[in-house]
């Protein structure tokens, strides 16, 4: 599993999708086993720090850095 710890502020995104290329087999079995888990460690002044724990053929991005991935081809 891996682990991303980030801070959001209201109106921004998260955005969770499949790594390219996975081995859809693997991936179910991992969902399946262990799922995805969202820990909201802090609320304070507008923003969350949360945690989330997912296989590691998913994807965990910043909604703003969306843009970066497409160009370097990590998300397509």
């Given amino acids: 599993m891996g682990f991303l710890s980030l801070t959001r ?3 921004e995104e ?3 999708t499949i790594d390219p290329g996975v081995d859809a087999e693997v991936l179910l ?3 399946l086993r262990d799922g995805i888990t969202i820990h909201v460690t ?3 002044r507008g923003r969350v720090c949360v945690s989330i724990e997912a296989p590691p053929q998913v994807m965990i ?3 703003e850095l969306v843009d970066s991935a497409l160009a370097t081809g ?3």
């Fill in 74 to 76: 990590l998300y397509k």
């Fill in 29 to 31: 079995r991992n969902l």
């Fill in 14 to 16: 998260i955005r969770l």
């Fill in 42 to 44: 802090e609320i304070q």
């Fill in 61 to 63: 991005l910043r909604t």
């Fill in 9 to 11: 502020h209201e109106g």
